[in-house]
């Protein structure tokens, strides 16, 4: 028997951003797990054939029910968003609910020897690429009753509450799209459109190797004596925040592992 949320999100058409790895492959997962009798979802990331995998695995779970289209897109190119939503499959272009989660962090410099590329990259993927991918899709919830309908998930982060040294661009970025999704709740005010803000603590997935340019080592290094929290655990969050009831506005999540108490402050075992 289908639970409340699962019925919620019956016939609904996601997209989740960053699906190939980490928090949103694991959403994308939980959403066809939490309503797998009829659901569509389309998964974007650079890297397709993760994405193609990531379709297969959901197929091979849950069946039928869930129809999963993998896109290749990279959100920090605004040429690709710009032509996405047109090329989609008839089938497909009703969107319901878009998670912004593609994201990442480049290297742990502190100014001023911040390279110049790592700055753009962050930027143009976690603030420009939000944006844009959010002023793509919006005219679809627009065209709907009453203002329009549909939710925006932003993953934003510990870090863009509490900015810390050799983090300051992330943090900016991160604090930019927690601004951003403020600001767009209100001008959306008198819409059924739900803007909803996710802001992970620490979570074990491919951030750190990216954040070290591929050294898994150090990345390692960085969950050694504690217990980060999984891409599950914020994918749970994700798709309870798109379930509740119409008039349910989850605008604000902070989601830490027990042993932190804020972006540094992380307690390690010995
Ligand atoms: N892990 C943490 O501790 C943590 C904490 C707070 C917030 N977050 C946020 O959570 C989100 C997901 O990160 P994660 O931890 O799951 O890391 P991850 O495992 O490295 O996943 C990041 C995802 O973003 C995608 N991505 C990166 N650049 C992209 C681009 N230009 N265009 C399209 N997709 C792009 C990657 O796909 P491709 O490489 O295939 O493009 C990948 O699927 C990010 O916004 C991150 O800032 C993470």
Do not use: W
């Not at 919620?8 to 190939?20: D, H, N, P, Y």
């Not at 297969?56 to 710009?82: M, N, R, T, W, Y």
């Not at 050694?224 to 999984?230: E, M, V």
């Amino acid at each position: 028997m289908a639970t409340a949320m699962g019925k919620r999100l019956e016939g609904k058409t996601i997209l989740v951003t960053g699906a190939s790895s980490g928090i949103g492959r694991s959403t994308a997962k939980e959403f066809a797990r939490t309503s797998p009798q009829n659901l569509k979802i389309i998964v974007t990331a650079r890297r397709i054939d993760s994405l193609k995998e990531l379709a297969q695995e959901i197929k091979e779970e849950v069946g039928d029910g869930v129809q999963v289209l993998p896109v290749q897109l990279d959100v920090s190119k605004p040429s690709g968003i710009s032509s996405f939503v047109g090329a989609l499959p008839e089938e497909f272009r009703e969107i319901d609910v878009l998670v912004n989660n593609a994201g990442l962090v480049r290297g742990v410099a502190r100014a001023p020897e911040i390279a110049a590329e790592d700055i753009d990259i962050m930027f143009s993927t976690n603030v420009t690429g939000l944006i844009n991918m959010t002023q793509a899709v919006l005219p679809i919830f627009k065209k709907r009753p009453n203002g329009g309908r549909g939710d925006i998930i932003n993953i934003g982060s510990i870090a863009g509450r509490d900015g810390y040294p050799g983090g300051s661009i992330y943090c900016a970025t991160k604090a930019a799209v927690r601004t951003f999704t403020d600001s767009l709740r209100k001008e959306l005010i008198d819409t059924r459109i739900r803007v909803i803000g996710v802001d992970p603590g620490q979570v074990e997935t491919e951030f750190s190797v990216v954040r070290f340019y591929g050294d898994k080592a150090k990345a390692d290094a960085v969950y050694a004596g504690c217990d980060p929290l999984t891409p599950d655990d914020i994918a749970e969050v994700i798709v309870f925040t798109a379930g509740r009831p119409e008039n349910v506005v989850v605008a604000d999540t902070l989601i830490f592992p027990q042993h932190q108490g804020s972006a540094t402050i992380v307690h390690k075992r010995t």
